[in-house]
Every structure is written in structure tokens, then in C-alpha cells.
């Protein structure tokens, strides 16, 4: 597989456009990519999802790079993201997850007291239990060709502890919470074995070819701004910090990494403050506030509504033009608040992609 790429340089860069973004350099026109750009909403994926269950696709590194190249080759898009999903940390932990069809993950033995902890495995060698990802990684980064970035990801202490202990989603996650406030001391423990593990993985997906880093505190607005700042914040300024720490160590060139923490409205301050180039928005905040609290040297991300790629493409174009008003052209990345849902038109998501480059490019030239 991969091993028949070992020490071959991978395909020289055609388009930077996200990296320039997310260092702060100027850009003739907004790079744009979408949360969740491989999935069903293509038919290509599910003809390939239908033919394999979900976590196969993620630890075949052929099928995983199948995946994650697809939609470039409908969409300008200006990156790619390695297709895997954040559950595979728990399962490098030795927690047995499934991914119920229609239904979104499931644990079969959740962590219910402390005393679970035990059970996890303490001294995680990420190299040998996700080894399938960074194959992938390095597969993808080769098979690219240099058309774009190619973005790596984790799910973020807080969001995997919660899974582990929901055992799968959950609208209060009061389980999860609940721990917070029973058993903070283990919590912490929790939080920081996964941190570690976490940092180890990214910084592997780097040494394997990813150019950028995405960290998803998906469920971070649910804690509040109190419980955000002991049991969410710390670690990952400390992923920040020791990821790039451990690049610079190991020899190579730190990546930009973006915090993606929704519903985190209350702590755009604290995480513009956390050592991350890219602060990931949702949609439920003004880009304005979020410029304004976050300071002018962090780049933006973010962050249609999901749900107006269901408008008109008149519409959509419309939305897409006043989104990138407010952010600017400049130290800004376009996507969406959320990932794309299952039931969309392909055809609204490339009249986004395209309007994006269309406006800010225009906008561009006449401020120029
Ligand atoms: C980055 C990523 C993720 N999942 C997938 C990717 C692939 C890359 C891409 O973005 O294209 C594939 C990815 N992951 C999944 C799918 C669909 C499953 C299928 O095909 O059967 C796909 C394409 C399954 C999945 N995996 C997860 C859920 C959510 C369940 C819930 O709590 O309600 C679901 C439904 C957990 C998960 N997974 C992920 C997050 C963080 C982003 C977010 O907030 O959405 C989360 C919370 C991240």
C-alpha cells in the first residue's frame, strides 16, 4: 500500500490558497471547502458505502482515499479532508463502536463509572492502531496530485469523552455531563489520556502528509461558558501548544490548525487566544461579533447555514455575497456552520463553491 510510496516526495503544490488563508497571507480570492464534503449526499459515496459498512470504508486506505477525492472532482473546492470520522480514537482506546445505518454511531459498552477507565489501554501507540489512517493520508497526499491541501482531523477531548460515555449522540448529554460534576477528578483524568492520545495522532497524520489540522469540539456549546473553560479549554490549548511543539522537534514545519468548537459563541475571546491560526464559527453567530471579539489577526472560518443550500441558487448566491461582506475577503476561509446534510442538491453545493470565488474575487479587484 503506502509502503511502496516510503520516502517518494509527494506531487508538487497547484493551489495554497487555504494555507496562504490560514497563515494570515493575502489571497486574491476566498478558499472554501465544506464540513463533511465525502458523504451521502453523493451518490459516488453511497454507491461505495453501500458495497462496505461505514468503519471498513475508514480503515481501507484505498476506499478512504476513493472517498476523500471524490468530491474535488465535482467541486472547485480548495481542500480536501481525509475521510475517517472521530470515533476512531474510542476505538483505538479499545471501545467497540458501531455505526448504525440511518442512525449515527453506537458503543456497545459505554464507560458508565469511573471504574470503566480501567478498561481503557493506557499507552496507545497511534502508529499501530490507526496506522490505517495515516496510510490513507499519505496515499490520498500522492494521489491529490498537488490540487490542494489535504486536511487532517481529530474530535476533541471533551466531544470523544462524551460519545464514550452517551455511547452515541444525545440531545443534553446529562451522562456525560454528569461526570463533570460527580466525578471531576476522573473526568480530568479521562480527558487528559485522550488529549495525549490525541496529540500523538495529529502529529503522526502530519508526518504522514497532512498539510493542515482541523480539531472538532462538536459538542462544546452544550457545556456553557463555566464548564467550557475547565473540562473543554484547557486541553486544547494544550493540543495546540504540544502538537506544534512536537513538529518543531521532530524536524518538520508546524501546520495551521483550526478550532472548530460549535455553539462555543461564549468563548470566541478564550479560543482566538488558544494558539490556533482558524477559529471555525457556526452559523448562529454575526461575522461581525465574531471579527470583533476574536481581533484582527486570527483567520475565520465558517458559516452558512447548512440549510441554505436548500435555498434557490439565486438565493444561495445572494447569502453567499452578504456572508462574504461581513467576513471580508481577507484572513477568512468559506464553509459552512456545520457539515452538509445527506439530503442535498450536489448541484447547490458547487453554486456555492463557485459564488464564493465569483464575489470574493470580484470584491478583490475593486478594492484593489
Ligand atoms: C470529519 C468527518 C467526521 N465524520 C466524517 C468525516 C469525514 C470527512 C468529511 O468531512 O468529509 C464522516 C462520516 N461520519 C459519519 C458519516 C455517515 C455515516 C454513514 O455513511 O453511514 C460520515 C460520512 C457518521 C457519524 N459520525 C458522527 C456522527 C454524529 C452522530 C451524532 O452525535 O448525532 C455521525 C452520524 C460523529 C462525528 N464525526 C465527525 C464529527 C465532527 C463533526 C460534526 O460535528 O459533525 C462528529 C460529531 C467528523
Not at 490560514?22 to 453501500?50: H, I, S
Not at 502530519?206 to 452544550?222: D, R, Y
Request: glycine letters at 6%; proline letters at 6%; one cysteine or more.
Amino acid at each position: 500500500m503506502s509502503h511502496m510510496f516510503t520516502g517518494k516526495p509527494f506531487p508538487p503544490m497547484k493551489n495554497d490558497l487555504i494555507l496562504r488563508a490560514a497563515r494570515g497571507e493575502a489571497t486574491d480570492k476566498v478558499p472554501v471547502w465544506v464540513m463533511r464534503q465525502a458523504g451521502r449526499y453523493l451518490q459516488e459515496f453511497q454507491d461505495v458505502r453501500n458495497k462496505h459498512p461505514f468503519f471498513e470504508i475508514c480503515r481501507t486506505p484505498e476506499l478512504a482515499c476513493e472517498v476523500t477525492l471524490q468530491p474535488l472532482r465535482r467541486f472547485n473546492l480548495d481542500a480536501a479532508i481525509i475521510f475517517s470520522d472521530i470515533l476512531v480514537v474510542p476505538q483505538a482506546l479499545g471501545m467497540n463502536v458501531e455505526m448504525l445505518p440511518g442512525k449515527g454511531p453506537h458503543f456497545t459498552e459505554p464507560l458508565q463509572v469511573p471504574e470503566d477507565l480501567e478498561k481503557l489501554k493506557s499507552d496507545v501507540n497511534v502508529k499501530e492502531e490507526l496506522g490505517y489512517v495515516m496510510d490513507a493520508i499519505t496515499l490520498t497526499r500522492h494521489k491529490i496530485e498537488g490540487k490542494v491541501p489535504l486536511i487532517g482531523f481529530s474530535g476533541a477531548p471533551w466531544t470523544l469523552m462524551s460519545y464514550m460515555i452517551e455511547g452515541g449522540g444525545s440531545s443534553t448529554l446529562s451522562k456525560a455531563k454528569k461526570w463533570l460534576y460527580v466525578y471531576p477528578d476522573e473526568s480530568h483524568r479521562l480527558l487528559q489520556l485522550l488529549t495525549d492520545v490525541i496529540i500523538d495522532y495529529l502529529v503522526a497524520q502530519v508526518q504522514a502528509g497532512a498539510q493542515m489540522l482541523q480539531l472538532f469540539e462538536s459538542h462544546a456549546g452544550i457545556l456553557g461558558y463555566g464548564l467550557f473553560c475547565k473540562f473543554a479549554l484547557p486541553y486544547l490549548r494544550q493540543i495546540s501548544e504540544k502538537v506544534k511543539a512536537a513538529l518543531t522537534a521532530s524536524g518538520l514545519q508546524p501546520v495551521p490548525m483550526t478550532i472548530f468548537a460549535k455553539d462555543a459563541h461564549f468563548a470566541i475571546e478564550e479560543l482566538s487566544a488558544s494558539n490556533y491560526e482558524v477559529l471555525g464559527i457556526d452559523w448562529t453567530v454575526k461575522p461581525a461579533t465574531a471579527r470583533r471579539i476574536a481581533g484582527p489577526k486570527v483567520t475565520l472560518q465558517g458559516n452558512l447555514d447548512p440549510c441554505a443550500l436548500y435555498a434557490s441558487i439565486e438565493d444561495l448566491r445572494k447569502l453567499v455575497k452578504e456572508m462574504i461582506q461581513k467576513f471580508g475577503t481577507q484572513n477568512y476561509i468559506a464553509n459552512l456552520g456545520h457539515g452538509i446534510y445527506p439530503d442535498m442538491n450536489p448541484e447547490h453545493l458547487a453554486a456555492f463553491v463557485d459564488a464564493v470565488h465569483q464575489y470574493s474575487e470580484d470584491m478583490n479587484l475593486s478594492t484593489s
